[in-house]
């Protein structure tokens, strides 16, 4: 069966109980008797007590629950609900207690509009906590770029949280804000087409931040431009070139433009080739093949494809080769070409080849 005895019937019995005499709390202070003012008073200590059972009780399960899962979602929410201040609890108890007195309107007006600030900043708190761990768990490292350009997008969301989170309130409160949104309108639509060339170039340090094509200590090449990325920033991207000097480049250029990012090759394919001279024998041929591979299977992060005599040159035997370099490094790949390069001489003097060079026989033919 349901209980319905409200506080104020309870407050009322327990001080019938206690004194035998309930005139005093029909006695009126600030607009309310005194029976609604001990009644809000519960009503505070009850919402109070109630509010710190969750926070230690409730909040102390949902954690051990929590830490049985694998994701890290719950964690933050957790670690979020945990650092909730005490003024927010405080601030519920005081409204809810409040809620059945006859204040000025004055004081209702604010203690609503304070409420509702409360309830909005800690919205805007957990939507902030969940954007950082998704952002933090994208781009997945630490760097300070990283944590600059996180850092910009999150201001730019809170402010745009803050000013939807003050809308509310004031229309909440009973204000007209349609002539405010227009303004905001208006006034964003002019700072926007005043800015854009800057805000492009800052969203797409966000999109590289996120996306990732490039990173610090990358070698890409853009186009004309190409080099080692030294800094990533929120407006322009710092490149060292290969002859030393600063190139900077904006990030609008980088997002709309093919990147080519050799840092990320883990495989290089390489192909060359080599001319010997006319009146080399066919078991001489079959030789410089063989001699070819063994060459590339003996050298480090090498790997061979294929090796032919595919063509009858003006001046030569061509021979094309084809490997790939395990590793992306280009150091390490012309310091592989030049050894096996030398190899490959060294292997076509012991088995008595020379290597061609560009030659013409003429003809001469005279006259009888």
């Given at each position: 069966m349901t209980d319905t005895t409200?506080?104020?019937?309870?407050?009322?019995?327990?001080?019938?109980?206690?004194?035998?005499?309930?005139?005093?709390?029909?006695?009126?202070?600030?607009?309310?008797?005194?029976?609604?003012?001990?009644?809000?008073?519960?009503?505070?200590?009850?919402?109070?007590?109630?509010?710190?059972?969750?926070?230690?009780?409730?909040?102390?399960?949902?954690?051990?629950?929590?830490?049985?899962?694998?994701?890290?979602?719950?964690?933050?929410?957790?670690?979020?609900?945990?650092?909730?201040?005490?003024?927010?609890?405080?601030?519920?108890?005081?409204?809810?207690?409040?809620?059945?007195?006859?204040?000025?309107s004055i004081v209702q007006l604010v203690l609503r509009a304070a409420f509702l600030l409360m309830v909005v900043s800690e919205v805007i708190k957990i939507i902030q906590s969940v954007i950082q761990y998704a952002l933090a768990k994208k781009t997945g490292t630490n760097t300070a770029e990283d944590k600059a350009i996180s850092g910009a997008l999150l201001l730019i969301l809170r402010i745009a949280l803050w000013m939807m989170g003050i809308l509310l309130v004031l229309s909440n409160l009973g204000f007209n804000i349609n002539s405010l949104i227009a303004s905001l309108g208006i006034g964003g639509l002019a700072i926007s087409l005043a800015l854009q060339p800057v805000l492009t170039d800052i969203f797409s340090s966000f999109s590289i931040a996120l996306d990732k094509p490039f990173e610090e200590g990358d070698f890409i090449v853009c186009g004309e431009f190409k080099g080692d990325v030294k800094k990533i920033g929120l407006k322009t991207t710092r490149l060292i070139a290969l002859q030393g000097e600063e190139l900077v480049i904006s990030n609008t250029e980088l997002t709309n433009a093919r990147v080519q990012n050799f840092k990320k090759m883990k495989k290089r394919r390489v192909v060359f080739s080599i001319g010997v001279k006319y009146g080399t024998s066919p078991d001489q041929i079959r030789a410089i093949q063989a001699m070819i591979q063994k060459t590339i299977d003996e050298h480090e992060h090498t790997e061979f494809n294929r090796a032919h005599f595919y063509e009858f040159g003006e001046s030569n035997l061509h021979f094309e080769i084809v490997y790939f370099m395990l590793s992306g490094d280009y150091a390490e790949y012309m310091d592989a070409q030049q050894s096996i390069n030398l190899s490959i001489m060294e292997g076509l003097e012991k088995i008595g080849v020379e290597m061609a060079f560009p030659t013409r026989t003429v003809h001469m033919v005279k006259d009888v």
């Open positions: 409200n506080p104020s019937d309870f407050v009322s019995d327990f001080v019938s109980k206690g004194t035998g005499d309930l005139s005093i709390m029909n006695d009126v202070y600030l607009g309310n008797s005194v029976l609604d003012w001990v009644t809000a008073i519960v009503v505070f200590v009850l919402a109070l007590i109630a509010l710190n059972i969750f926070k230690r009780v409730i909040i102390c399960h949902m954690k051990k629950l929590a830490s049985k899962t694998k994701g890290h979602l719950d964690d933050a929410v957790i670690e979020y609900l945990e650092n909730i201040s005490s003024g927010f609890y405080k601030m519920m108890a005081i409204y809810a207690a409040v809620q059945d007195l006859s204040l000025p």
